[in-house]
């Protein structure tokens, strides 16, 4: 344990005014203003800001992408050492801690926080897109340059090696790298909070390198970063999650794509994240994780029992071996020549997924006392890993044969939030199955919403887990007001921008949080 004369929430103010609050006066002061602010000045300047989200993005995924590239690279490392280390030993929460939950409900709350939306937009997209680039090849400009967005040298006009590639690029995006990162903040938060007593917030994790400074400005601008981060990582998601909602409604019901609807969407997720709110953690977010859980695994066993089924199973593994064979290519930071690949879309992935990781690590860790380190890291990394393969395959495979073994181009020419329901139309019972990858859209953005409400609550409310009710619906209505403003001033290019601009300074907070695991370890009973 580590002895410290600060008190959970000794700085926090608890006004009663018609309603009961208790918040970390500058933590909650700052970054509520400031993302109101953000989201007044957005709404108001619509038609100038786009350009300069465009500008924002495209210059720190070309300048900085070798960064977050090598930073990601630390982070799989270091779990990687852990899980084989005698460090691994040891329990979150003491010798004698047993887990809060079981297998069942923690594997659900693990895959629904995660990433399952992201799975559910880009499941088809990706495979296909890195397909579709690879087997185009590598084209260059008068100067040069590769103006191409094929990974690596691309595989050019062989169908075989521009699948392979295509799947093992999309593979690198939704396997170690992004769950190392959830684990890393997950991890030091668990060992700071549970094992050394102190309160569940980001800026805990640096104690062994600021000592008590942490309850002072240091620690109180890392937990702003940490709100900032998580708001417009959620954000982002929640824009992309509105959109393809938006896409499957008009392609079954002709609900339309206009910024109304996407409007209206993106109002009833959130009114669904306040209603699971106010039921708490075990009566909402456990159970529509549960239910999600539920959804996507009959979703999966439907595509591969009435799909290419042996292709889907052979191409499991096919698709792990090339992703071992060219992980180094791709996790390669320096001297890159598919620099719009590596930008474009490797950037951009590793930055939102370093946004998402305050709300997703906080969040594991709230469900994971109990575990070893070992346990800990082999369920947060390697078993959605292997999940995240299996969905991929199914899902891109799926398509990709649709388009080189039957001749079937629409999924291909689709717009990215459509492909989905593209490809299901080619299979039985296409309106039904359309109709569920819907709900599950929306039910993994409601529990994205509701959990991540919870974990910005508890940082700006300092450390406290227990906080009135109604600070959790202020974030929660906020997440939605801020995907609104992004939508309508820049659409996805803007929600990008500020994942990626929020993931940055964040990205310097995780590298130092992996000194603090390492001596917050080294000090444990095994």
Known sequence: MIVTDYAIGQDNIAPRYVLEFDFHQKVFSISALGIVAFTILTLAFQNQVEPVFTGLRDWLTGNLGWFFLAAGNVFVMLCLFLIASPLGKIRLGGPDATPDFGYVGWFSMLFAAGMGIGLMFYGVSEPLSHYTAAFGGVTVDETGARTDWAPMGGAAGDTAEAARLGMAATIFHWGLHPWAIYAVVALALALFSYNKGLPLTLRSTFHPIFGERIWGWPGHIIDIMAIFATIFGLATSLGIGAQQAAAGLDHLFGFGQTDSRLIILIVFITILAIVSIVRGLEGGVQV?????????????????ALGPT????????????????????????????????AAGWTAFYWAWWISWSPFVGMFIARVSRGRTVREFLIAVLIVPSLFSVLWMTAMGGSAIGQVVNDGFTGVQTAALELQLFEMLSQFPLAGLSSLVGIVLVVVFFVTSSDSGSLVIDTIAAG??????????????TFEGLVAIALLLGGGLVALQAMAVSTGLPFTLVLLAACYSIVRGLMNEPR
């Open 288 to 304: 529509l994780s549960k239910v999600n859980m539920f959804l996507a695994l009959m979703l999966l066993i439907f595509v591969i």
């Open 463 to 476: 450390g406290k887990t227990n906080a009135p009710v109604v600070q959790r619906i202020f974030w929660a």
């Open 310 to 341: 042996a292709d889907i199973f052979f191409g499991f593994f096919r698709n792990l071996g090339a992703y071992g064979e060219y992980l180094p290519g791709l996790a390669n930071p320096f001297g890159r020549e598919d620099t719009n690949f």
